[in-house]
């Protein structure tokens, strides 16, 4: 234990002042909550003034919150801590010198998951700028997903060479990884455990300090600082892969005619002492931030920390497996829309596709890495052309997002859902086809939200992941209709 950087802290005295670097989805409600505490005075955002993201600043000053999906209870929370002023943005990084704790919530995607090398060029812009204003018996914490060993290594690398000062010396260093997903950042702040891990126990015990005050039902898991790493690494990879494990089941069961909803609540069902089934849900792609480069950073540890250690790599290990088998999801897309298409005797090249869904996660509007990008691009190549609809994400770089709903199904050859805004789940058939105009409009539903017979009845031929059940149904002509008999699958005309 350092005495000197412990007899800093105790003159600092307790936590009053944070920074936060970054407002974005994870920045944004942390800072919130850190200012919503009775226990801290102020929190500062620092958010650069650039020309893609510096318009934050003004709106998180006046109260509004930047992020556009359904976030329940951020908008009120940002006004309230903004009216109270215990909350304010700012581009200049000087006032870091006045925090006694300063975080950062920064990106870290990687430039190509073939080589494993992550871009940290804007995490390392975070740490010289939180560097060069550092002050003695601060504490730093990085909350950003990292490789294993950042902490420890890089990001110490960089604080100490534009500061001066020394970690575990004269500055606490910590690592305390986001756990929140869009759609409920608040809630899982509050709630979830959350991980701490210094480079030393004097760090660990303030950067506890620090998030103990916005805890609700979670508690502080304290460990070391490249543990913590391998923590939140380990467990978003854990998650992709039991997305790759019921996709890969719902793909089986589209070959066996069989509906991968009731199987999964079957396999659900078995509960018990010493019995697991965390079972999740299938669907037309992963995408966000964190799963798709989560497993390669913790890959990449592996292979960093790890030495001369042999260990499976890429395709050979079952992260990497998982992997592939998530970012086949959108090109199975591609084949059930044309495999719809070839029913209703026509090709991709020239066919008319409504693409309801940007965002990767439903009723938000985080795009990042959407698993909808590729399918784009691969029934462009095709021949389609693709028109984009979400009612959240209101622009993205080279691609025009409709709002207008009923515009963007006029005439629509084929609608493909990716996204299970709630929007989309109260689609009427008879609605969408008339917009449509076709006799047989090719719906594909890649997140079980439609009921597929009510859209068979209307004369759609329908495709759905993991609907081996219905993806071969007859199709229903102008003068006649189906009836299914329930759990069989089995059509009979009337």
């Known amino acids: 234990m350092s005495k000197r950087l412990q007899s800093l802290i105790n003159a600092r005295g307790p936590i009053k002042k944070i920074g936060v670097v970054g407002m974005g989805y994870v920045g944004i409600p942390a800072a919130v909550l850190f200012a919503d505490a009775p226990e801290f005075e102020s929190v500062v955002g620092f958010q650069r003034d650039s020309p893609s993201s510096g318009y934050k600043i003004a709106m998180l000053n006046r109260g509004e919150s930047p992020l556009k999906g359904e976030e329940p209870g951020l908008e009120e929370l940002l006004s309230r801590v903004v009216g109270a002023g215990k909350f304010r943005c700012t581009s200049d990084f000087a ?52 490789t294993p060993g950042t902490t420890e290594r890089m990001a110490r690398d960089v604080l100490e060479e534009e500061s001066g000062l020394v970690a575990g010396e004269d500055f606490a260093l910590a690592h305390a990884p986001e756990r929140v997903m869009v759609g409920r950042l608040l809630r899982n702040i509050r709630e979830h455990d959350r991980i701490v891990g210094g480079i030393d126990d004097v760090s660990t015990r303030r950067a506890a300090e620090l998030y103990r005050p916005v805890l609700t039902t979670g508690t502080i898991i304290p460990m070391t600082a490249t543990a913590a790493e391998v923590t939140k690494t380990a467990e ?3 998650r992709d892969l039991q997305i790759a494990a019921v996709n890969q089941l719902a793909l089986h069961c ?106 990767f996660i439903q009723n938000s509007d985080d795009a990042r890495n959407t698993p909808a990008e590729s399918y784009l691009a691969a029934m462009a190549k095709a021949g389609a052309e693709v028109r984009v609809h979400d009612p959240f994400v209101e622009d993205y770089p080279g691609i025009e997002i409709m709002h207008d709903l009923d515009a963007a199904l006029v005439e629509a050859d084929a609608i493909t859902i990716f996204t299970a805004h709630h929007h989309y789940a109260t689609l ?28 068979i009845r209307a004369g759609f031929i329908y495709k759905g992941i993991g609907r081996g059940d219905k993806n071969n149904h007859p199709i229903a002509w102008s003068g006649s209709s189906i009836r299914d008999t329930p759990g069989t699958g089995q059509y009979s005309y009337v």
Request: charged share 25%; with cysteine; hydrophobic share 40%.
């Open 428 to 455: 009427n058939a008879g609605r969408v086809k008339e917009l449509s105009g076709e006799e047989h409009p090719v719906i594909v539903d890649g997140r079980n939200v439609i009921d597929p017979d009510a859209f």
């Open 95 to 146: 006032a870091i010198a006045e925090c006694d704790a300063v975080t950062l919530s920064i990106q870290t995607p990687f430039k190509d998951p073939k080589d494993l090398i992550p871009d940290f060029s804007a995490l390392t812009e975070g740490l010289r700028a939180v560097g060069k204003n550092l002050s003695e018996g601060t504490l730093v914490v990085l909350e950003s997903t990292v």
């Open 236 to 238: 978003n990879a854990f």
């Open 254 to 359: 589209e070959a066996m005619g069989v509906n991968v909803y009731d199987v999964r609540t079957g396999i659900d069902s078995l509960k018990g002492e010493g019995i697991t089934r965390a079972i999740l849900w299938p669907g037309a792609g992963v995408g966000g931030h964190c799963l798709t480069k989560d497993s390669w950073h913790l890959e990449r540890g592996a292979k960093v920390l790890g030495g001369d250690l042999w260990y499976p790599h890429g395709t050979e290990s079952i992260f990497g497996v998982a992997r592939a088998i998530n970012e086949f999801m959108p090109r199975h897309m591609v084949h059930l829309t044309c495999e719809g298409l070839k029913r209703a005797g026509k090709s991709p090249e020239d066919a008319k596709v409504a693409l309801l869904g940007w965002a």
